[in-house]
């Protein structure tokens, strides 16, 4: 059966059998007309000012499976596929196989509770590999497993998902303690939860950290689901939450080469108030330039966040072996180590980033 068609002044309306309504703006079925759209390439290639804002269709009608629209002036009409104009109706979010929700989670997760995939399967395995990206995604962190121990292994499977993303410690960095270190993670000193590289403009999104060695005593691994957290911190203290999601945070790392500063919350929202973004790192925060009097209030909101990643209800810990690699969205999953003691063993751990960006797409493409 045929949907209906209702034209008014600016627009159209389809009313399908089974009641589903869509409304349709003349300027965006101009806009969308698929001819519009570069044959090879599908960019749109139409250009959008050279017709008005308020242009009217001088004929609708559905044919062959079609939505078919005349325009004044053009010499051809625009046709839709009527199910992909159903699907794409304004308002309708474009269908995105990478469109996963993040689950949340909390110390009850445990060690164990971690996703764990086998990094043979990941590499080699296209199926694997798409399973591996969700549930990475959904949960934040993963472990890889089954590592050889080669340092480039870990890149290896960062490959597969995408580009590496560089930052000033270079395309990979190597976290041993070093002689003289220019960031804490070089040294055998606790690292606190924290994510990485707050003081970017982009901070960048999933991390790996591929374990070759990890025999001195201490260094375990910590992690804590920052996401949960300011979920938490909305119904435990909305006027905290706002706060860290209004006011700006100048970030600084600076060393011989380098002085990158960024300014950004700790917390984002997205347009519907779910949080998509943790930036919290203690050691990168600048000298705090706020107004005098908003000082106080601003200090009170972050310990108390301060304070939730640190206690046990949220963390938990883990302590990685040679072969095995986590891998954590950097944007949402704190991370922090225990200090070890670099006279009983030797600790060695090689890391890259892939941006989201990049993860995203290989889900897609895998969905295709
Ligand atoms: C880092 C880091 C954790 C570790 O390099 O940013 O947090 O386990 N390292 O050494
Ligand atoms: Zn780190």
Redesign the pocket.
């Known amino acids: 059966m045929h949907p209906e068609l209702t034209t008014e002044a600016t627009g159209l309306t389809i009313r399908w059998p089974d009641g589903v309504t869509g409304t349709y703006p003349y300027i965006w079925l101009r806009d969308t007309d698929p001819a519009g759209f570069h044959p090879q390439t599908g960019e749109r290639a139409f250009d959008l000012t050279s017709v008005p804002l308020d242009i009217m269709a001088e004929d609708v009608a559905v044919s062959g499976g079609g939505l078919v629209l005349r325009w004044p002036g053009a010499d051809r009409p625009s046709r839709f596929d009527l199910e992909w104009i159903r699907a794409n109706r304004p308002g309708q979010r474009r269908a995105d196989a990478a469109d996963i929700p993040p689950v949340p989670w909390r110390a009850e997760i445990a060690a164990e509770g971690i996703p764990r995939a086998d990094a043979q399967a990941v590499l080699t395995d296209d199926a694997a590999l798409a399973d591996w990206l969700a549930v990475t995604k959904r949960y934040g962190l993963a472990i890889v497993t089954g590592l050889p121990d080669d340092p480039e292994a870990g890149v290896a499977v960062a490959r597969r998902v995408g580009h590496l993303r560089e930052t000033n410690f270079g395309t990979t960095?190597e976290?041993v303690s070093k002689p003289d270190p220019n960031?804490l993670?070089y040294t055998a000193d606790a690292?606190p939860l924290?994510t990485?590289l707050t003081n970017q403009d982009l901070p960048p999104g999933y991390q790996f950290?591929h374990c070759l060695a990890n025999e001195a005593a201490g260094?375990g691994?910590t992690f804590c689901d920052g996401a949960a957290v300011a979920e938490d911190l909305r119904l435990r203290d909305p006027a905290a939450l706002d706060l860290l999601v209004r006011v700006q945070v100048p970030f600084r790392f600076h060393d011989a080469d380098t002085d990158i500063r960024a300014r950004k919350p700790v917390i984002r929202t997205d347009a519907d108030g779910r949080v998509t973004e943790v930036c919290f790192n203690a050691h990168l925060a600048d000298i705090l330039d706020l107004p005098a009097e908003e000082m106080t209030g601003f200090y009170r909101a972050y310990r108390v966040f301060m304070q939730m990643t640190r206690d046990p209800a949220y963390g938990i810990a883990l302590k990685l072996s040679g072969g095995e690699m986590v891998v954590f969205d950097n944007r949402r999953v704190m991370?922090?180590?225990q200090a070890f003691d670099p006279a009983t063993g030797f600790r060695r751990?090689r890391?890259c980033y892939v941006d989201r960006g990049e993860w995203d797409s290989r889900i897609r493409v895998l969905a295709r």
Request: aromatic share 6%.
């Open positions: 960095f976290v960031n993670a690292l924290h990485d950290l260094g691994s991370h922090g180590r751990l890391g």
